[in-house]
């Protein structure tokens, strides 16, 4: 690093002190302003306490307290407005909605069951008094179970909601306190104060019986369950995640000791998102339960008691700011959703509307509903005769390179069952197919190109052949010519007018193997051995040069939408490349997918990865907002501290107070720090 210019951090200071008075004096959005990711939309401050959220479509349901049960229209977010509210007796301290039908856990009046079919004009249907304090509810079917405190779990049948009655209760003689409760299927898990996770059998729910607990070391406050892992907000103890995966044995996976008291927690994917008091709402990525960590957070003006995440939007029960709405969306690198592990290996991965088709190397074509990406369920699937290596789908087709198997040509109008029409038995070893038309465009391996008329699925016919230097493994077809990834002799032209004739138009050598091929207008992007290849194929006779980018693993796939290049590296997983100068291509971000990235689609903002053993990884990638360079302290504030840490930073040397990047701590720096404090943050 080149020497510094001497600088007096004595007269700097008073410098910047005299400076920061003239920016915060006219703009005191630079003292104080949050400094975050996450994005402010809208509040709505109800006249109590809000202490839960429960949300059905557009409509948030607050259980606020002192003023009952409130109802919150959030079909505009920034805009939250009252649709009307009921005041039970007591305290409202927990809510559930199924149906027309709000329970509310009202303290000391125990269960309340309010009809909320007119949101304006709520009415009170029935209640039941539980012998506790209920603290929290919790419906399934025609049961509530209610968390009741000192007499822990109520079970109460409400199938006549006029007249709700007591069906079993749980409540041991050492007396312990419930404060939250999940019900999946039939098992209770509740969060039991000082005793932690409790989890109780209801299969028969006039006699639940204990299963198993885990004793946390904090306070359980808040309960969510996800699969056979169960997220414990444990108050001053943060985050837990507790394995249920054997409910009689639950084992600590790990934990993220949050800044406040962990009140409430929701998990979505690989985040879990809790309500942690005066430190507001903290992300936290899960996907390693072993190793959370924390992702972002944003600070509610009041103690932040329980959240719920719909689409990309948290909203979250603040105790004196009431409903706050919190976009978390934007991230600073691209975000988990969802998963869906096939059974065998993908190897491709094709979205269309809300539906992905992922070719497995053990178990054929698997049909995927994406429609909840934090959800993803199996629709239905084909047993192709041999290792389903590509997929293309044209309308209500799927055609799948089947390896040794050739071409295999699927109806998947009714994705329950999908139907095979007919299939070809190429020479080689099919690994990927293109569909144009009546035409079929198979890279057949050390066969090359394998052109086949499709016209009648039942009985595809072969119209020609080209048999490329090395081996086809990837074909992409744009009007009469077809590019070829050909392995050890890169990208092949191939004029395909004539079927029957297909003849050479060009090729360029890449300095590897080139495994995958997408063209967009004029360029053909290759993915080649440890990168990618940019070439210009305006005059496909004589492809040129344009750029590359080198990797660290082998790259098998290239998608392209617009300027940004989305690529599989088979160590690194999806990896995020600017290619608005293919000169010299520029990595925008990353996403660690658990496995080995073949293929990849884009829908919108939402990428789909066939990740071989991890199966179908979905991954937002929408755009990265902007950091927010002045928050030195990185607490989300911009404020004194900041300018402290600078001045450290600068006194020491420390490349953080190197706000020009020159390597030279001097007044340019003071002067770009000035200006990134006096901005703001986004």
């Known amino acids: 690093m080149k020497q510094s210019r001497p600088l007096s951090t004595m007269a700097l200071f008073g410098a910047l002190i005299l400076s920061l008075f003239s920016i915060i004096a006219p703009q005191a959005k630079a003292d104080g302003v949050l400094c975050?990711?996450?994005?402010?939309?809208?509040?709505?401050?109800?006249?109590?306490?809000?202490?839960?959220?429960?949300?059905?479509?557009?409509?948030?349901?607050?259980?606020?307290?002192?003023?009952?049960?409130?109802?919150?229209?959030?079909?505009?977010?920034?805009?939250?407005?009252?649709?009307?509210?009921?005041?039970?007796?007591?305290?409202?301290?927990g809510v559930a909605v199924s149906g027309n039908t709000a329970y509310v856990a009202d303290f000391d009046s125990g269960l309340q069951i309010i009809d909320v079919s007119d949101p304006e004009a709520p009415v009170l249907l029935g209640s039941y008094d539980t012998p506790g304090l209920a603290s929290?509810?919790?419906?399934?079917?025609?049961?509530?179970?209610?968390?009741?405190?000192?007499?822990?779990?109520?079970?109460?049948?409400?199938?006549?909601?006029?007249?709700?009655?007591?069906?079993?209760?749980y409540n041991p003689p050492n007396l312990l306190i419930a404060m939250d409760v999940a019900i999946v299927g039939n098992t209770a898990y509740v969060a039991s104060d000082s005793r932690g996770l409790q989890i109780i059998d209801i299969s028969d729910p006039t006699a639940p019986a204990f299963l198993g607990s885990y004793d946390t070391p904090g306070l359980a406050h808040g309960v969510a369950i996800v699969g056979t892992t169960a997220y414990i907000a444990d108050f001053y103890k943060g985050l837990q995640i507790i394995d249920i995966s054997d409910p009689t044995s639950p084992v600590f996976l790990g934990s993220y000791d949050t800044p406040s008291r962990a009140f409430g927690v929701t998990v979505v994917g690989g985040t879990a998102f809790v309500a942690d008091d005066l430190s507001g709402l903290q992300i936290i990525d899960v996907r390693d339960p072993t190793a959370p960590v924390l992702f972002d957070l944003y600070n509610t003006p009041g103690s932040a008691r329980d959240v719920a995440v719909v689409g990309t939007t948290a909203y979250v029960a603040d105790e004196s700011a009431g409903l706050q709405a919190i976009e978390v969306n934007d991230s600073a690198a691209p975000g988990y959703l969802g998963s869906y592990e096939t059974s065998g290996l993908a190897y491709d991965v094709v979205v269309v509307g809300t539906t992905a088709y992922v070719g497995d190397h053990l178990e054929g074509l698997k049909i995927i509903d994406v429609s909840d990406p934090a959800a993803p369920s199996i629709v239905g699937w084909y047993d192709t005769p041999s290792e389903a290596i590509g997929v293309t789908i044209m309308g209500t087709r799927a055609f799948v390179a089947s390896w040794a198997a050739g071409l295999q040509i699927i109806d998947v109008n009714d994705p329950e069952s999908p139907m095979l029409l007919g299939s070809y038995s190429t020479p080689g070893y099919a690994y990927n197919v293109a569909v144009a038309g009546s035409i079929a465009y198979v890279a057949d391996g050390f066969e090359g190109l394998q052109i086949i008329d499709i016209s009648d699925p039942t009985a595809p016919a072969l119209l020609g052949s080209y048999d490329t230097p090395y081996a086809a493994f990837d074909v992409t077809v744009v009007g009469t010519?077809?590019?070829?990834?050909d392995n050890g002799s890169g990208l092949q032209i191939i004029d395909v007018s004539d079927p029957e004739a297909p003849a050479l138009l060009g090729s360029y050598d890449t300095p590897s193997s080139a495994l995958g091929v997408t063209v967009v207008g004029n360029i053909a992007y290759i993915a080649d051995g440890y990168g990618f290849q940019i070439i210009d194929i305006s005059d496909p006779t004589?492809?040129?040069?344009?750029?590359?980018?080198?990797?660290?693993?082998?790259?098998?796939?290239?998608?392209?939408?617009?300027?940004?290049?989305?690529?599989?590296?088979?160590?690194?997983?999806?990896?995020?490349?600017?290619?608005?100068?293919?000169?010299?291509?520029?990595?925008?971000?990353?996403?660690?997918?658990?496995?080995?990235?073949?293929?990849?689609?884009?829908?919108d903002s939402t990428a789909y990865v066939a990740d071989t053993h991890s199966g179908l990884q979905i991954i937002d990638v929408s755009d990265c907002p902007e950091t927010c360079t002045a928050d030195l302290t990185s607490d989300g504030i911009l404020d004194f501290f900041d300018v402290s840490a600078f001045l450290d930073g600068f006194g020491n040397r420390n490349a953080v107070a190197d706000f020009t990047d020159d390597g030279v701590f001097d007044f340019f720096d003071v002067s770009a720090f000035l200006d990134a404090f006096g901005a703001g943050c986004p």
Do not use: W
């Open 36 to 93: 975050q990711y996450r994005d402010f939309l809208g509040s709505y401050d109800t006249p109590g306490n809000a202490v839960d959220v429960t949300i059905v479509g557009t409509t948030a349901y607050i259980a606020d307290d002192e003023s009952g049960l409130q109802i919150i229209d959030i079909s505009d977010s920034e805009a939250p407005t009252l649709l009307g509210s009921y005041d039970t007796p007591i305290e409202a301290v």
């Open 136 to 169: 929290d509810v919790a419906v399934s079917g025609n049961t509530a179970y209610v968390a009741d405190y000192t007499s822990f779990l109520q079970i109460i049948d409400v199938s006549d909601p006029t007249a709700p009655a007591l069906l079993g209760s």
């Open 481 to 485: 010519i077809a590019y070829i990834a």
């Open 542 to 603: 004589m492809p040129a040069f344009l750029g590359s980018m080198s990797m660290k693993h082998i790259v098998r796939e290239v998608a392209i939408v617009g300027t940004t290049a989305y690529v599989t590296d088979q160590g690194l997983g999806l990896q995020i490349i600017d290619v608005s100068d293919p000169t010299g291509p520029a990595i925008l971000g990353s996403y660690y997918t658990p496995n080995v990235a073949r293929s990849v689609s884009i829908v």
